[in-house]
Structures are given as structure tokens and as C-alpha cells.
């Protein structure tokens, strides 16, 4: 659920006017724990498995008693590897200044554990599709006067 506390209020007080037998109302995907009260019903977020702040959030409830206990296992390890990325621009005649230019810059990235490379501008289009960088996802955005030699004849 998103939006304000007072949205939540409203939305919960709908079901229950709505649904009468409803006496608790769970919703995730903002990854924060939270529980509302109100005199006839109850909302539970119980936070969140992936993408949690500091460990795997969950929540116990016991409908005797009501009580509500949240807690969180501790991450054993990064559940993603990190993101590496490189970003490069202007690069537009480095092959005619230095040939040796994208050999070199590829293992750099590969030192650092770049899987993705950004480039932000002033690209030749003989540049594109370079066998130094057959190892990496590249990702670029040509000038509209130019036109990208790896392009379907459909004119993507």
C-alpha cells in the first residue's frame, strides 16, 4: 500500500465497513514494518525478504492474544552481487589518437568486474560492436544523425 497514513485509515475502515468479518488486512511491497490498529481491524505490513534494510523481515501474529512481534533473520550473505559499471563519454575520434585505446580500457574494466558499460556521448559509429568489448552489455544513445551499424534492416 501507498500513499498517507490517513489514506490507510480510509482504505482499512472500507474493507472493514465492506467485508465484516475482516479482522486483519495484510499488505507488503514498501518494505518497511508497520502495523495500524484501529478498533476493527488491523493492518500488517511484515516487511520484506529481499531488498530489507537489515536482515530478512517477518512478522508473528497470535489471533488469541493479538499480539504482533516483528523481527528479521540476519543475512547470511548479499543475496545480489554487486552492480559494476563503467561510464565513458566523448570518445568520438580516440580511435584515430590512440589504437591501442579500447584494448586498454576494456581490462581495466575487467580489473574492476564491469559486466555493463555506459556511454554517455560523442560515440563514432565505427566504434560500435568493437570486438574489446564483445564480453560486456553496452549501452549507448547515437545522435539522430547517425546510424547504428548493428541495427536490423528494420531500422532500429
Known sequence: MAGSEADLIKTMNLIRRDHDFVRWLFSGHTHHQVYKQSHLINFVNPGAV?????????AVINTDTEE???????KTKPLK???KVGVISDSLNISDLDSSFWKNLAEEFKKYNVKHIIHCGNLAERDIGINEFKD????????????????LQTGI
Open 81 to 83: 552481487e554487486p552492480l
Open 50 to 58: 529481499e531488498s530489507s534494510f537489515e536482515g530478512y523481515e517477518f
Open 136 to 151: 560486456f552489455d553496452v549501452h549507448y544513445n547515437l545522435l539522430p544523425d547517425q546510424k547504428n551499424p548493428n541495427a
Open 68 to 74: 504482533i512481534a516483528f523481527s528479521r533473520i540476519p
